[in-house]
């Protein structure tokens, strides 16, 4: 009997509960599943559940699992002796969940809203993603889709695709690079009057259909707040490699579904990012924000020696600047993981590299930060080697050694990367914007 690691499913709780079935329609046993439990779609906990060798889970038994692993999260909402496998009874409810009214409120005041996504020859993946863009609750956002480095027509024919269905545009940055996409797409957005939000997003990503209702909701109800970051959740768990990646802290770095705020009355230090402050397929900032930063450092990101770590930097430079940010759970999207284990050993070394190489780019920028930093040193290796770290408490026996040496491998690469990306040549192309369709 063939086996798979097992499935991603929704569970709403206001809603009858399904049964969760062991085998998947081609056959394979599927070990455990991993439940996104949800009430009034509002995101609470990922859930990890072992499925019956040759049966299945009923909604009784799913229902138990959720209530041992969340019951504090779902106690703070409503009274849990109301929760049934049938769901909420409606009887017990006293007009709209609150939950559901402050997203109403905040959507009637919601700013200009652009969503932007970056991508190099990955057509396939990227209608993926504006399909899922084109379910949204909240539909008053426009698209723009920077082009990285193209080789092909391909990437214009998918956004032509949905010229009828979003309000999309197209811009091609010729100059290969994330950063240098990113910051295309500031340089095409304009220097209009009033504020708008940028929220950005990857090609091998699929929006929730909240999501740009969640992070218009975070910047409403907190008008102090320059950035936004939400959850990444697995869109699938097929592969072993696509559950280690999870069991390593995913691209949320462990840090669940608790919303949090950073900023100059918390704890958290802007130049050691763990957990982590956000993450590029899942963040939204103010715009005016952005451009005080004078957008991305071009030697970080993915198609740089660095291979990463632009995200993570322009989060520390918000933070050092004395803005706050917000981690914002209910602002959720799925993540394609690599589904090899030799993408996922590269994808590994990447981050270690892109790791440090935010820190020397942090340095580069103020070398009076080499201080803090060493500082902070003890904290890091105690992170890296502890069994109870973020990085690593959620890691199984199974989890190869081999994954965790790519990583350091990568740290250790990281400085000198990020001086060669420095040092590269760089011929200046401005960026080709179309707009290709109106919603």
Not at 90 to 101: H, V
Not at 177 to 193: D, Q, T, V
Not at 400 to 406: D, S, V, Y
Request: some cysteine; hydrophobic content about 45%; charged content about 25%.
């Amino acid at each position: 009997m063939s086996r798979i690691p097992g499935v991603v499913l929704d569970v709403e709780l206001s809603a009858p509960l399904p049964p969760v079935h062991a085998f998947d329609t081609l056959g394979h046993h599927r070990d455990a599943a991993w439940v996104i439990v949800r009430l009034f779609t509002e995101p609470l906990a990922m859930v990890r559940l072992e499925l019956p060798p040759d049966d299945e889970l009923s909604p009784a038994q799913l229902l138990d699992g959720i209530l041992a692993q969340c019951r504090e999260a779902i106690a703070a909402r409503i009274d849990v002796a109301l929760l049934t496998a049938d769901g909420v009874p409606l009887s017990a409810l006293t007009g709209t969940p609150p939950f559901l009214a402050g997203r109403a409120r905040a959507l009637e005041l919601a700013p200009p809203v652009t969503v932007v996504i970056c991508t190099r020859e990955h057509p396939d993946e990227l209608r993926d993603c504006l399909i899922s863009l084109t379910d949204q609750e909240f539909d008053r956002f426009d698209v723009l889709v920077v082009d990285n480095a193209p080789s092909s027509d391909r990437t214009r024919h998918v956004v032509e695709e949905f010229a009828s269905r979003l309000r999309i545009e197209y811009v091609a940055e010729l100059r290969p690079g994330l950063s240098r996409a990113r910051n295309a797409a500031l340089a095409a957005l304009g220097r209009e009057p009033g504020e708008r939000i940028v929220a950005w997003t990857d090609d091998d990503v699929r929006a929730d259909p909240h999501w740009v209702a969640e992070i218009v909701r975070a910047f409403v109800d907190n008008p102090a707040a320059a950035a936004v970051s939400g959850v990444v959740v697995p869109a699938e768990l097929r592969t072993d490699a696509q559950v280690w990646f999870e069991q390593f802290g995913g691209h949320s770095k462990g840090r669940g579904f608790t919303a949090d705020e950073f900023g100059p009355l918390t704890a958290q230090s802007p130049l050691y990012p763990l957990p982590a402050f956000g993450v590029g397929a899942n963040m939204a900032f103010r715009l005016s924000a952005l451009r005080a930063l004078k957008g991305f450092d071009e030697a970080l990101g993915a198609g740089t020696p660095a291979q990463g770590g632009e995200d993570t930097l322009i989060f520390s430079r918000l933070l050092d600047r004395g803005a706050t940010t917000l981690y914002h759970p209910a602002a959720l999207v799925r993540h394609v993981h690599r589904a090899d284990l030799d993408g996922l050993r590269t994808q590994m070394a990447g981050y270690g590299a892109g790791l440090t190489a935010f820190y020397a780019a942090l340095i580069r920028d103020d070398p009076r930060r080499l201080l803090r930093l060493l500082a902070l040193a003890p904290r890091a290796v105690r992170d890296l080697t502890s069994s109870d770290s973020v990085r690593v408490s959620t890691v199984r026996d199974d989890f190869p050694a081999e994954l965790f040496a790519a990583n350091r491998r990568g740290m250790l690469a990281g400085p000198w990367r990020y001086v060669r990306g420095r040092l590269a040549p760089v011929t200046a192309r401005a960026p080709r914007k179309t707009a290709v369709g109106l919603r």
